[in-house]
Structure formats: structure tokens, C-alpha cells
């Protein structure tokens, strides 16, 4: 799941470029475990964008902590990374509904997406077109367990207290990092980075029985063999 989403501040003109570079997009290599264990699974939808939203903020990053444009503007690659992010939720709660039927999975993931696309094109620097579709994303497993399933899911529970666990430890540096005045070389939003990359290594190996999409590489085994 990608690191953030991105706060509208900028870098405190005495903090070296160099020095933001390192705290801001470094600490984005914790993302890739996340990626490659997916890559692993052949989960091509949810590799596509996770890489998109890591690349989107890793030159978002950049061209903010050196003041300038690599084929886009820094808000123009700021706001791809919101699309990045916010698709990222979507498919991460769409994972832990674990729907077994791969076209409703397929919707699923498409509406995440449609929906994503809609709100930042209305308003993208708006918190509240970021807060309502995370919220709608969220309740994405309560409907298929409550009203689909109707049982409760099948989660391992290490991995889901050290993936959300991370995850709460790391909200107190996104809410820090956004007082950029107090945040020097922002390092505050450094670490959020880095936290939130290694609590997804977690989160992606919550579902002990996934949806449609685990069954693909069986599938493909099937095809193959026949």
C-alpha cells in the first residue's frame, strides 16, 4: 500500500536539497518488500498500482526537494500521487473483502478506481474529496462479510496487529510532518514513509483465505499443465 497521502507543504527554505531527498524519497524503499511480494503473487492489478503510486511519489518528492520539473510539475506529479494513493486504499480494502467472484472483484476495483478519478478532478487539494472516498473505501469488507459472506473473515492475527499496529504508530509523524515549520528536513514525514512501507509488508499478508485474485496463478498452473 503506498506511503501517503500527500500533505501540500513544502520544504523549509534553510533544509538542504539534499538532505529532504534523503529523508523523503529514500525512506520509500521500504515499498518495495510490500511490491515484490505481490510481483510474487501475480496480482497484476495490485502491482500496477502500487508501482504507479510509488513512482508518482517518488518524483513528486523529488522535484519538490529541489525546486524543480522532471517532465511535470511538482503539484502535477503531487496530484497523480493522491490518485495513487487513494486507488491504493481502494484496492487494499477490496483485497480484505476477500470476494470470491473475480468479475465483482473486477467492479469492485474499478469503481475504487472511477471514484478516485472523480474526486481529485472535482477538487484535489479539498481534504474532504480525499476523506470521504477513504472512508467509502473502508467499508468495502464490512458489506461482503456482513451482507455477502455473512461470516466473519478469515484474518491472521500477527500480521494484522503488526500491519495496522505500524500503521497507528505511524500517523503521529503525518500529522507531525504537516507543520512544516517544526518539521526540519522534514524528517517527520520521512519516517511516515517509512513506517507506513513496512507495516504494508504486513497488511498484504493479513487474508489467510483471499478473493479471485489469489485463485489466478492457480488458475494459470491448471492452464498450463493442460
Known amino acids: 500500500m503506498i506511503a501517503e497521502i500527500a500533505s501540500t507543504v513544502a520544504p523549509r527554505a534553510e533544509d538542504p536539497a539534499w538532505a529532504v531527498f534523503i529523508t523523503t524519497v529514500v525512506s520509500h524503499l521500504t515499498l518495495i518488500a510490500p511490491i515484490k511480494q505481490l510481483l510474487e503473487r501475480r496480482w497484476m492489478f495490485e502491482v500496477s498500482i502500487s508501482i504507479f503510486g510509488l513512482c508518482c511519489s517518488f518524483m513528486y518528492h523529488t522535484c519538490q526537494s529541489f525546486d524543480t520539473r522532471i517532465f511535470l510539475t511538482e503539484l502535477q506529479w503531487h496530484r497523480l500521487d493522491n490518485i495513487g494513493v487513494l486507488c491504493s486504499f481502494g484496492i487494499f480494502w477490496t483485497y480484505m473483502a476477500c470476494i470470491e467472484s473475480p468479475v465483482t472483484e473486477a467492479y469492485v476495483k474499478y469503481l475504487c478506481v472511477f471514484v478516485t478519478l472523480l474526486a481529485q478532478e472535482c477538487d484535489p487539494w479539498n481534504e474532504l474529496y480525499t476523506f ?93 499443465v493442460r
Open 132 to 224: 470521504v472516498p477513504v472512508v467509502l473505501f473502508s467499508m468495502i469488507p464490512f458489506y461482503f462479510h456482513i451482507f455477502v459472506h455473512q461470516r466473519w473473515p478469515r484474518y491472521d492475527k500477527k500480521n494484522f496487529l503488526a500491519g495496522f499496529g505500524l500503521l497507528a504508530a505511524a500517523l503521529p509523524f503525518f500529522v507531525a510532518g504537516l507543520d512544516d515549520a517544526n518539521d526540519p528536513f522534514r524528517i517527520f514525514h520521512g519516517l511516515w514513509h517509512l513506517f507506513v512501507g513496512i507495516s504494508s509488508f504486513y497488511l498484504w499478508r493479513i487474508v489467510k483465505q483471499p478473493g479471485a485474485v489469489a485463485l489466478q496463478p492457480l488458475r494459470d498452473r491448471v492452464l498450463l
